[in-house]
């Protein structure tokens, strides 16, 4: 059930998609740009989150980016899940498990949001946009890629920054994940986004054999 909400957390994260919206706004049209640019300016980002999924697991960790291509997801112990991507690949891996999930970036949603230019403002998935004094509120329906579902997104409306994402699935299921101690522009060791990929086939290889 935990490895779900993580791959739901990629989902969530990563659903920003270039396509034409309609019956917005003035208003909600220069939000979305607002936004669009905030997440655009960004090299590289790094904080906390706190992930709650559907039946009521709460985990949390640490999260580093750098565009493009490449994050990183370190949840707390007592999980040992890692969540990668290096420019070319995804990896998931629960070392408690002794497993990893590996795809190529390309194929999966994380590409949209590890892009170097970032646009929805002009995407034929949002469905609407809640705009108060203090946060803007983007709900977007995917109904044909990765399983559907509707992402809502939580930005603060002063800064532009998102502050937290919900996913709800098919049967009416949320995950949430919110992000806070958000820092910018900070450079990071060269290993942080490495994939040992000759680690990943040789394990594979030992469990063939048993």
């Given at each position: 059930m935990i490895r779900i909400a993580h791959l739901a957390g990629l989902w969530m994260l990563a659903v920003f998609l270039a396509a034409?919206?309609?019956?917005?706004?003035e208003t909600e049209r220069v939000e979305l740009s607002r936004v669009s640019a905030y997440l655009s300016s960004i090299t590289t980002m790094n904080g906390e989150f706190v992930q709650f999924g559907p039946y009521g697991d709460r985990t949390q960790g640490k999260f580093y980016m750098a565009k493009p291509g490449r994050i990183r997801f370190q949840y707390d112990p007592p999980n040992k899940i890692a969540v990668i991507a290096d420019g070319d690949s995804v990896l998931i891996e629960d070392k408690k498990m002794k497993t990893e999930d590996i795809w190529p970036l390309k194929r999966t949603p994380?590409?949209?949001l590890l892009d170097d230019q970032i646009d929805f403002s002009t995407s034929d998935k949002v469905t609407s946009?809640?705009?108060d004094p203090d946060l803007i509120q983007v709900v977007m329906v995917d109904k044909s890629r990765f399983g559907g579902g509707k992402l809502t997104l939580l930005f603060d409306r002063a800064s532009a920054e998102l502050r937290q994402w919900t996913i709800t699935d098919r049967q009416g299921l949320?995950?949430?994940?919110?992000?806070?101690?958000?820092?910018?522009?900070?450079?990071f060791r060269k290993d942080m986004f490495?994939?040992?990929?000759?680690?990943?086939?040789?394990?594979?290889?030992?469990?063939?054999?048993?």
């Open positions: 034409p919206a309609s019956a917005l706004t994380l590409k949209f946009v809640l705009v949320d995950t949430s994940v919110a992000i806070y101690n958000v820092e910018t522009g900070n450079r490495k994939i040992n990929y000759s680690m990943i086939r040789l394990r594979r290889i030992e469990q063939g054999r048993n």
